[in-house]
């Protein structure tokens, strides 16, 4: 069980916009910042987005990222096949230390 | 451009030590504004950071593995190493090592590939 909370799965059609949320509590999300990561299959994760909307060099803008309250969300529009990948929030707990989110499988249609 | 790479024995037997070992190129680990850390990911499953260390040797541990994690640093080598003991086959999983921009943070930015351990007799 994480700490925090993402849909194991998302789907969507090239093109589409998708959004992937994630759930914590005031402890972590509530209090820290948020980063996601891509991982694409067999390979090590990627930082997509720091400090809740901030893309590294090299991430198009198609990616974002928002936070509000305890939640927080990755909205990827213009959706392509590379894509295709598994999506994992993270976030600083005040008491865990660094958790991250179930992750969630995003399929391209 | 920095570049991690993990090291160790592929299969460790069942209440044993796990010893890995990450080395850091293109880059110092002495630089005084990263943390380095290890992250595993069980066959199948999500990540699960296990701790941090900066080159001073302070660490941070996930408090779930503290009791079985020694995360230790060499300057002189530019590696920091993982050891995990009285594993189980829980314990199974890709051991990734990677730089943590800050400590209270979660951005890890560079990643090595990842090694499998196995735990089984």
């Known amino acids: 069980q994480s700490v925090l909370t993402q849909p194991p799965s998302a789907s969507g059609t090239p093109g589409q916009r998708v959004t992937i949320s994630c759930s914590g509590s005031?402890?972590?999300?509530?209090?820290?910042?948020v980063n996601w990561y891509q991982q694409l299959p067999g390979t090590a994760p990627k930082l997509l987005i720091y400090s809740n909307n901030q893309r590294p060099s090299g991430v198009p803008d198609r990616f974002s990222g928002s936070k509000s309250g305890t939640s927080a969300s990755l909205a990827i529009s213009g959706l392509q096949s590379e894509d295709e990948a598994d999506y994992y929030c993270a976030a600083w707990d005040d008491s865990l230390g660094v958790v991250f989110g179930g992750g969630t499988k995003l399929t391209v249609l | 451009q920095l570049q991690l790479q993990e090291s160790g024995p592929g299969l460790v037997k069942p209440s044993e030590t796990l010893s890995l070992t990450c080395t850091v190129s293109g880059g110092s680990i002495s630089s005084s504004s990263y943390y380095w850390g290890w992250i595993r990911q069980p066959p199948g499953k999500g990540l699960e950071w296990i701790g941090s260390?900066?080159?001073?040797?302070?660490?941070y541990y996930n408090p779930s593995l503290k009791s079985r994690v020694t995360i230790s640093v060499d300057t002189s080598k530019n590696q920091f190493s993982l050891k995990l003991s009285s594993v189980t086959a829980a314990d199974t999983a890709v051991y990734y090592c990677?730089?943590?921009?800050?400590?209270?943070?979660?951005?890890?930015?560079?990643w090595g590939q990842g090694t499998l351990v196995t735990v089984s007799s």
């Open positions: 005031s402890s972590n999300i509530g209090s820290n910042t």
């Open positions: 990677a730089r943590h921009v800050r400590v209270a943070g979660t951005e890890f930015d560079y």
């Open positions: 260390i900066y080159y001073s040797g302070s660490t």
